[in-house]
């Protein structure tokens, strides 16, 4: 199937390793052109499947559904818990590396 | 020059009022708890922790979705979409893509006295993200940031408007309309201040009579009514100026800044698919019954436009002083309130509903202006209100005492019967004491006694404008104008 596939352009790799935030080396870069591409044509096995007249699923467990809790707070976890695993920290708050205007929500 | 009609459509997020979060159960209550306080494996992002949904925020959204004409999803789920910021531990926002629990809704406005109809294309669930504090490193000058998890997965509903509106004043009654909405239904408390209730706007204009959408334009930071305005009055002075000189609108997320009172860019808007949404495998689809809708439908409330249009059918107000009184719930129960204890104190009356509403929105309006606290929270309280009016139909007090005694109970709120009697704003009704007054200016003032005498009646209103000088005020203007002709004529 690999040989059937384009190989992915340098390009492709370096624009979705910026999407991850992961910084990658030319040689890493020339390494993952070869493994995401045979990665691709692993799934794109489900192409060759034939869905017509097949009834889309929006999720991949439909026999489970509406789970839903009652609206009930509890107890989090303490201060010193919450920040055990934090790389840096700076009185009781996460301190990270400065942030572009994110925008989102 | 060509003349452009602006496109805008609105996207407002608001927090849910819960007491937990919308997919854990930490305390969802942030503003005042101490940093990082109110937070669990599921909100850190913690491997091997799975979310549930809130079941209070799901109605609370379908009672919104109701509140504003949409049709509720049968089957709706929940979506990942990639988000890279610290703001969020778990390097996405559970929020839905294409099935929202809301959708094809619309707002009913007035603007200048027209009708406006504006269409909600959907309202979504999702989950608020962390607070951000920007810090400056103090010896390098290295920017860095301060993270407080508290405020991620709060509850947050995204409202998003579909591109009907034409102007910046519509934009902001929509918005105006769409905040006292969810006050009066009760799922949020709507304060732009508090980070509760935040708006975006996208913005575009495109040459009258073309029907081809122009590029858009985002604005983000827009803190309050007034800067929403004014943003996107600015954005489409900009874009009107970029066409008119030939350039091209850059498609790309603006910000406003307040001091400036511009928009300046903040980068090119990231493709839709760089958040590559995919179905949250953590989270089984949700199937809403339609008999649950419908208990949910049992719970709307009178809305504000069923409000504003009873006061108008029931009490007889304008369609301007009923929109005033309605602004928010809490200010239309004051109103009512007022009312009520008038007619308790007074008994029926014809006109207690237009001076209610006078003193609510011009007299008591002014001073939550200067005192910037809304009406309903002041220390006066309505049954004072009534109190208030109540002696001045008795003409207990004149129109101008009574604002004297206003502006006093809305800071000390005491009641009006001692404030008037504290202050001594009491009309004079005493005729003795009145007929000394006006026995007095009549003496002093021959000239006009004499102009009297010769049959210029306005020498009479001379005379009351001097009593009530003299009187501070506070003589019955009535009984004045009486003895002023009653001692004039037995002159004669
Ligand atoms: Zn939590």
Not at chain 1, 31 to 51: C, H
Request: hydrophobic share 40%; proline share 5%.
């Amino acid at each position: 199937m690999t040989d059937q596939l384009q190989r992915l352009t340098e390009d492709e790799v370096r624009r979705v390793a910026k999407l991850c935030r992961i910084g990658l080396s030319d040689e890493e870069i020339e390494r993952l052109r070869g493994e995401m591409t045979s990665l691709i044509a692993e799934v794109s096995v489900l192409q060759s499947i034939n869905t017509i007249g097949i009834e889309p699923t929006g999720h991949a467990v439909e026999e489970v559904h509406s789970v839903m809790r009652d609206d009930t707070p509890r107890i989090a976890l303490s201060v010193v818990d919450v920040l055990s695993n934090a790389p840096r920290r700076e009185g009781d708050y996460f301190r990270v590396p400065a942030v572009m205007d994110n925008g989102e929500g | 020059m060509t003349e452009y009609e602006p496109v805008i459509g609105l996207e407002v997020h608001a927090q849910l009022i819960t007491n937990s979060k919308m997919f854990c159960s930490c305390p969802a209550d942030y503003q005042s708890a101490p940093p990082n306080t109110h937070v669990c494996p599921v909100c850190l992002g913690l491997p091997g922790t799975l979310p549930v949904i809130n079941s209070e925020a799901i109605k609370k959204i379908i009672l919104t979705g109701l509140a504003l004409n949409c049709s509720i999803a049968e089957q709706t789920k929940f979506d990942r979409k990639s988000y890279p910021y610290p703001d969020l531990m778990k390097g996405y926002q559970i929020s839905q893509f294409d099935l929202p629990i809301c959708y094809d809704g619309h707002l009913d406005i007035d603007v200048d006295g027209e009708a406006r109809r504006i269409g909600i294309e959907r309202i979504h669930m999702e989950e608020d993200v962390a607070k951000l504090f920007h810090r400056t490193e103090a010896g390098s000058g290295e920017g860095y940031a301060l993270v407080d998890v508290n405020r991620a997965g709060v509850p947050l509903m995204e409202m998003v408007g579909r591109p009907d509106i034409r102007s910046a004043e519509e934009a902001r009654q929509y918005l105006v309309a769409y905040r006292s909405i969810l006050q009066y239904i009760g799922v949020s408390t709507g304060s732009m201040e508090e980070g509760s209730f935040r708006c975006d706007a996208n913005v575009s204009i495109r040459p009258k009579g073309v029907l081809e959408y122009g590029t858009k334009v985002e604005v983000k930071n827009m803190n309050s009514f007034r800067a929403v305005f004014h943003a996107i009055e600015f954005e489409i002075e900009r874009q009107s100026k970029v066409l008119n000189e030939g350039g091209r609108i850059v498609q790309e997320t603006r910000g406003w800044v307040e001091a400036k009172g511009e928009t300046i860019s903040l980068r090119s808007k990231e493709k839709a698919n760089d958040y590559r949404f995919f179905p949250e495998p953590d989270l089984p689809p949700l199937i809403v019954k339609q008999s649950w809708v419908a208990e949910i439908a049992e719970l709307l409330p009178e809305l504000p436009i069923e409000r504003r249009v009873r006061f108008e059918d029931e009490l007889g107000l304008s369609p301007y002083d009923a929109g005033q009184v309605t602004a928010s719930p809490r200010l239309a129960d004051y109103y009512e309130s007022v009312i009520q204890h008038y007619i308790e104190i007074n008994g029926p009356s014809g006109t207690i509903a237009k001076s209610a509403a006078n003193w609510t929105i011009t007299e008591l309006g002014r001073l939550s202006n200067d005192g910037q606290i809304p009406v309903e929270d002041s220390p006066l309280k309505a049954e004072y209100l009534a109190e208030l009016i109540g002696l001045i139909d008795q003409k207990i007090i004149g129109t101008s005492q009574a604002k004297i005694a206003a502006e006093s109970m809305f800071t000390t709120g005491k009641s009006a019967k001692i404030t008037v009697e504290e202050l001594g704003l009491a009309q004079i009704t005493d005729s003795s004491a009145i007929g000394d007054a006006v026995r007095e200016v009549i003496e002093a003032n021959p000239s006009a006694v004499a102009d009297y005498m010769a049959g210029k009646e306005t020498a009479a209103k001379f005379f009351v404008g001097q009593v009530m000088k003299v009187t501070k005020g506070k003589a019955n203007p009535t009984i004045v104008s009486e003895l002023i002709i009653e001692q004039l004529e037995a002159k004669k």
